[in-house]
């Protein structure tokens, strides 16, 4: 993967989590954010036209797991501004309207169960159908890529970016709901627990993919950018800004790929075995 394409992504995805936490009387500040992605997405779209990827599978993770993000912030922050442009501030201090919110979008999902399982449960039978270019998957037109441009859009990045934003949302109007039912309790949610992480962060990186991919997580409830982001909250270590470039080395090592879970393995073995004798 093109590693300047890849730091660029890095650069305009940065700032996307503060937005997670605003202060909903704060929405006004949507705007120069969602102006930001917007440019970011065209001009990535602009590079992606004339760009030759080294591989499918290079092609596949940018369609599947770089572009989304970007593509997800943007569904996620528009969202958002039209939500608190449609009700008036009396209203968002009730919780009529964040509960038919959660209402319309978990909809949105239970429609496309078939692409929702697809992604949780990990399949990549149909990653080359799904996340390739549309001049090369040869995927017919659907109302997620009906006017997309060729070569620089897939049949279902839109839909992914789409459900991963929902969920954001999702998450989002539900601690408001639970704001508005607890305001006093909401101010004791964060609990300080100073955990440092002492490897190295491709370690992280390694072992937030393996309990991601192995299903020891619920991973119907969240996306492994998502996991990273509450491994690094734990930790206190950020991960998620080069996540998906360490994942791409840590396939790409020529002896073992999981070199930090096998450390851990044989450091637990040489305990257990030592605690036994």
Request: charge should be neutral.
């Amino acid at each position: 993967m093109n590693v300047k394409l890849l730091e660029r992504v890095t650069e305009l995805t940065k700032g996307m989590e503060v937005f997670e936490y605003v202060d909903p009387e704060l929405q006004f500040r949507l705007n120069d954010k969602i102006q930001q992605i917007e440019n970011g997405i065209t001009e990535l779209n602009s590079f992606i036209r004339g760009y030759r990827f080294n591989s499918i599978q290079d092609e596949i993770v940018y369609f599947k797991e770089i572009k989304p993000q970007l593509v997800k912030e943007y569904v996620y922050l528009s969202s958002l501004k039209t939500f608190y442009e449609k009700h008036q501030d009396l209203e968002i201090k009730q919780s009529k309207p964040f509960k038919k919110e959660v209402d319309r979008l978990l909809y949105f999902i239970r429609d496309e169960k078939e692409f929702y399982g697809y992604i949780k449960k990990t399949h990549t039978h149909n990653d080359e159908h799904y996340f390739r270019r549309l001049s090369d998957s040869g995927a017919s037109r659907t109302i997620y890529n009906l006017n997309a441009d060729l070569e620089s859009s897939c049949s279902h990045g839109l839909l992914l970016a789409k459900i991963t934003a929902y969920e954001k949302l999702i998450g989002f109007y539900t601690r408001q709901l639970n704001r508005l039912k607890a305001p006093v309790e909401a101010e004791h949610l964060k609990v300080a627990l100073p955990l440092e992480w002492k490897a190295n962060k491709v370690d992280a990186v390694e072992l937030v993919y393996a309990l991601y991919y192995s299903g020891a997580v619920d991973t119907d409830k969240c996306t492994v950018h998502e996991l990273a982001k509450q491994f690094g909250e734990l930790f206190q270590i950020q991960i998620t800004e080069q996540l998906y470039r360490e994942y791409i080395d840590i396939k790409r090592r020529k002896l073992e790929p999981a070199r930090f879970l096998v450390k851990l393995l044989n450091h637990f073995r040489n305990r257990v075995e030592e605690e036994y004798t």
